[in-house]
């Protein structure tokens, strides 16, 4: 139970839950500072431009009527000079009447003030500016900060204040909302976000779940899932590419251990065979020679098998460095002929050379010897008697284009695309009457792969021409 837990806590279901949650919290709140900011501030503003607005708009009016207080008389129309001023500025404030402090004065005397200040005041020192916008405390007239907007005429001081309250009480009524609304928000973040984890990762639990029931057996299978354009579906592409990778990995290492195992057992059989007759009975000396001789053949040739398979072996785990030293190409071919003109003999046929000269080439002498040597050998092989093997070198552009013709029955289309296989063999009895074991051509092809370079076969009934092709460098 415990381990279940601690799965689904290290799990990266639960991390996408947490991540969303916390995501979708973390923008809520920025969200709610950013409206609570812009409230305050726009709400500040638009009170003292109201502010400077009331205010301006009364200082005009009293400046305009060219009020004379110290000869005020009652009448039947103004019994005070509070009636009188509240007559003339009555236009100026009473869309705001209620909220809005309100004070007049001249020559340092209160001519007027507004009911709601009641016995209080917002008489000011006398300042120079003729405008200023301030916050004043007073807890008889407000238990909030007053904005007060104090304009100085010609003649009269006009105050115009106003509690803040209103604006406190409607963004703490906004933070009231946030602080109850976070809760709900994050339990639907955390079940939205447990959800999109779901059904994102659902597709997932059916990859985890195909790929448990893939082995070694049933590697044909393939993961469901790739028809889709996006990175579920790239990842199932790429793990059935893997998985058909393996498969082939495993067909050709099941094909080789069966081959090379076919491969090593004929010569040792022979080798056994001809050993145990030569022990049952006493043989004469040139009987004894003919068996050391065949012997000799058979060991060879298990020499030559394994020294193919070391050589694909190291190759498959790049274990092989090149050494490229300058050759002199004319030199290095007639070299290799010379070493394996006597493979021909029995056959009666003859290896001739036909090259530039003056044609140098940077590579590794001992590896292209080898690649040579057995493009030549099957040329021998497989060649008609008495005919000739033509060996010819020829620098074309950048490139060195070394082939190998031959005369001979030829190779057949349908296995120009596979000779380059491993144990591949065109015609099974020939190969086997010649002791080829299908190797060569694959040591050939690797050997000039590490040099950059590829192998052409061009073949027809009569003609096969086997051309290696390098870069100059």
């Known amino acids: 139970m415990f381990k279940n837990i601690k799965l689904f806590f290290t799990s990266t279901r639960f991390k996408i839950t947490i991540w969303y949650s916390s995501l979708f919290l973390l923008l809520e709140v920025l969200l709610g500072v950013s409206i609570y900011i812009y409230l305050y501030h726009i709400s500040h503003v638009n009170l003292d431009l109201n502010l400077k607005t009331q205010a301006y708009a009364i200082l005009r009016v009293v400046e305009e009527k060219h009020l004379d207080l110290e000869t005020f008389e009652p009448s039947p129309v103004y019994k005070s000079e509070d009636e009188l001023i509240w007559d003339i500025i009555y236009d100026a404030v ?40 301030f916050d004043y405390k007073n807890e008889l007239l407000s238990n909030d900060v007053i904005r007060v907007c104090q304009l100085k005429g010609k003649r009269f001081i006009v105050i115009v204040a106003y509690p803040i309250e209103h604006i406190a009480q409607t963004l703490n009524s906004l933070t009231d909302i ?6 709900i928000f994050l339990i639907i973040s955390i079940i939205g976000g447990a959800l999109i984890s ?17 082995t070694a057996q049933n590697l044909s299978e393939k993961i469901p899932g790739g028809g889709y354009f996006d990175e579920y579906g790239r990842l199932v592409n790429k793990m059935n590419e893997m998985i058909q990778r393996i498969k082939t990995s495993l067909d050709f290492m099941n094909q080789f251990s069966i081959s090379a195992a076919h491969e090593l057992k004929t010569p040792l059989t022979i080798l056994r065979g001809e050993i145990e007759i030569a022990l049952k009975s006493e043989k004469t000396p040139v009987h004894y020679i003919e068996v ?3 012997n000799y053949e058979e060991t060879i040739r298990l020499i030559k098998i394994i020294d193919n398979l070391f050589f694909i072996s190291k190759s498959d785990n790049a274990l092989i460095t090149i050494d490229k030293q300058k050759v002199e190409l004319n030199s290095f071919l007639n070299s290799i002929i010379q070493s394996m003109g006597f493979l021909g003999r029995e056959k009666n046929m003859d290896l001739i050379l036909d090259s530039m000269p003056k044609i140098c080439i940077k590579f590794d002498q001992d590896l292209i010897k080898q690649a040579l040597s057995n493009i030549i050998d099957n040329a021998l092989k ?55 074991v299908g190797l060569g051509l694959s040591v050939v092809k690797s050997i000039v792969n590490l040099h950059n370079g590829n192998v052409n076969v061009e073949s027809s009934i009569g003609t096969t021409i086997v051309s290696v092709i390098l870069p100059n460098q």
């Not at 779901?198 to 779940?209: C, E, N, V």
């Not at 070394?402 to 057949?412: K, L, Q």
């Open 94 to 133: 009473v869309f705001n009447r209620r909220n809005t402090f309100i004070e007049i004065s001249a020559s340092q005397k209160l001519i007027y003030k507004s009911a709601n200040l009641g016995q209080n005041h917002l008489a000011f020192p006398e300042k120079k500016s003729s405008e200023l916008i």
């Open 178 to 183: 946030y602080i109850v609304m976070a809760p």
């Open 198 to 214: 779901t059904k994102s990762l659902s597709r997932i639990d059916a990859i985890i779940k195909k790929t448990e029931e893939i």
């Open 292 to 294: 050391l001789k065949s």
């Open 382 to 436: 497989f060649g008609d008697e008495n005919s000739t093997v033509l060996v010819s070198a020829e620098e074309i552009n950048d490139i060195i284009k070394i082939s190998v013709i031959n005369t001979g029955p030829g190779i057949p289309d349908e296995s120009l695309d596979k000779i380059f296989n491993r144990f591949y063999r065109v015609d099974v009895s020939r190969t086997r009457k010649t002791g080829g």
